[in-house]
């Protein structure tokens, strides 16, 4: 430790010292790239904590807790434009829930035999790996779309399995007002328990593929399902934050760090949205979840040192690139305001 050890924060539940600039960074930059991709930057967080020096159980625990208060802010703004269909996301609760508690019980069984760190960042890497496929398949998609000249309301629906789902006639049935269908109760129930698993699993808020599932699988429409997904992140967050509290595996110094780095940042990625142009911000997303993953690997092959450059470098040189983009907006938008005055 010597002369640096100012830098390090004695974390007393966890028993391990921190370098705190990295977690005030880690916060900061979860809530810029999750204000500006409109994402949460959860995946980056339980990772980045394992990298910095958090046992796994550990780094998962932290994650949701911190995640619970980030989300509640989010909905609470969703919530005033009606976009939470309530129904369908009390139905999913049931199912958020029991996944959680599986998805924890897993943690703690392979803490038990000492695997829970390299299962996990394997599941990591396959899960990061599949979100970066995403993220430039879609924007392939887009060029490709733009080369024809097809850029219509919505373009062409891409997936839509849940019209099969939707024929499934296992009772309970019921109505979703909000989002427009009926379905068997069933088909929330089962994505939800699933999105649960990884959510209490990787401590993530399950949102990356949430989303995705109810727009695919449940048949909501984006908008509603943008505002149920918070609502059920808001309420899986809370879940996996109790349940990782009685396993005493959450680290309330980081939780409250890394939420006062997370406030400031959200504020600026929410502004910076405003002057951002184009799918160029795709490729940006795409990059820090590759960057996030090669981190990943490079910890679990012992170059933790590495490891910890990489995901801290990467995450910077994006908040710095987010914020440029905010700074230079914010100038031309007062250059053109003076201009319009200068002629009046």
Same mark, same amino acid.
């Given at each position: 430790?010597?002369?640096?050890?100012?830098?390090?924060?004695? /974390? =007393?539940?966890?028993?391990?010292?921190?370098?705190?600039?990295?977690?005030? #960074?880690?916060?900061?930059?979860?809530?810029?790239?999750?204000?500006?991709?409109?994402?949460?930057?959860?995946?980056?967080?339980?990772?980045?904590?394992?990298?910095?020096?958090?046992?796994?159980?550990?780094?998962?625990?932290?994650?949701?807790? %911190?995640?619970?208060?980030?989300?509640?802010?989010?909905?609470?703004?969703?919530?005033?434009? @009606?976009?939470?269909?309530?129904?369908?996301?009390?139905? /999913?609760?049931?199912?958020?829930?029991?996944?959680?508690?599986?998805?924890?019980?897993?943690?703690?069984?392979?803490?038990?035999?000492?695997?829970?760190?390299?299962?996990?960042?394997?599941?990591?890497?396959?899960?990061?790996? #599949?979100?970066?496929?995403?993220?430039?398949?879609?924007?392939?998609?887009?060029?490709?779309?733009?080369?024809?000249?097809?850029?219509?309301?919505?373009?062409?629906?891409?997936?839509?399995?849940?019209?099969?789902?939707?024929?499934?006639?296992?009772? =309970?049935?019921?109505?979703? %007002?909000?989002?427009?269908?009926?379905?068997?109760?069933?088909?929330?129930?089962?994505?939800?328990?699933?999105?649960?698993?990884?959510?209490?699993?990787?401590?993530?808020?399950?949102?990356? #593929?949430?989303? =995705?599932?109810?727009?695919? #699988?449940?048949?909501? =429409?984006? %908008?509603?399902?943008?505002?149920?997904?918070?609502?059920?992140?808001?309420?899986?967050?809370?879940?996996?934050?109790?349940?990782?509290?009685?396993?005493?595996?959450?680290?309330?110094? &980081?939780?409250?760090?890394?939420?006062?780095?997370?406030?400031?940042?959200?504020?600026?990625?929410?502004?910076?949205?405003?002057? &951002?142009?184009?799918? @160029?911000?795709?490729?940006?997303?795409?990059?820090?979840?590759?960057?996030? /993953?090669?981190?990943?690997?490079?910890?679990?092959?012992?170059?933790?040192?590495?490891?910890?450059?990489?995901?801290?470098?990467?995450?910077?040189?994006?908040?710095?690139?987010? /914020?440029?983009?905010?700074?230079?907006?914010?100038?031309?938008?007062?250059?053109?305001?003076?201009?319009?005055?200068?002629?009046?």
């Amino acid at each position: 430790m010597g002369e640096m050890s100012w830098l390090y924060m004695y /974390m =007393p539940i966890a028993g391990v010292h921190i370098l705190w600039p990295g977690l005030v #960074l880690i916060g900061f930059s979860v809530g810029v790239i999750g204000g500006f991709f409109g994402m949460g930057g959860a995946w980056m967080v339980t990772p980045g904590l394992n990298i910095l020096g958090f046992p796994m159980a550990f780094a998962i625990g932290t994650d949701i807790a %911190h995640i619970a208060g980030k989300s509640m802010i989010s909905t609470m703004r969703h919530s005033k434009f @009606g976009n939470v269909d309530y129904k369908l996301g009390i139905t /999913m609760l049931v199912g958020t829930m029991v996944g959680i508690e599986i998805g924890a019980q897993l943690v703690m069984m392979l803490e038990r035999i000492g695997l829970v760190g390299s299962v996990v960042r394997w599941v990591y890497v396959v899960f990061l790996a #599949l979100i970066a496929w995403m993220v430039f398949y879609d924007f392939y998609k887009a060029t490709q779309k733009r080369k024809k000249g097809d850029v219509g309301e919505h373009g062409a629906t891409g997936i839509e399995w849940y019209k099969t789902l939707h024929k499934w006639k296992i009772p =309970p049935m019921m109505h979703f %007002h909000a989002s427009g269908f009926t379905c068997s109760a069933w088909v929330p129930i089962i994505v939800s328990t699933a999105t649960g698993i990884l959510a209490g699993f990787l401590g993530i808020g399950g949102g990356l #593929l949430r989303m =995705p599932a109810l727009i695919y #699988l449940v048949g909501c =429409p984006t %908008h509603i399902a943008v505002g149920t997904d918070l609502f059920e992140v808001m309420i899986s967050g809370l879940y996996g934050a109790f349940t990782y509290t009685l396993k005493g595996r959450i680290e309330l110094v &980081a939780v409250f760090v890394m939420l006062t780095g997370a406030a400031i940042g959200a504020q600026i990625g929410t502004v910076a949205t405003k002057y &951002a142009k184009g799918y @160029g911000i795709r490729v940006a997303f795409g990059l820090a979840v590759l960057c996030c /993953m090669v981190s990943i690997i490079l910890k679990q092959y012992g170059f933790s040192a590495a490891a910890a450059v990489v995901i801290l470098s990467a995450i910077s040189l994006i908040c710095l690139w987010i /914020m440029k983009i905010m700074f230079v907006g914010a100038a031309q938008e007062l250059r053109d305001k003076k201009a319009g005055l200068s002629q009046a």
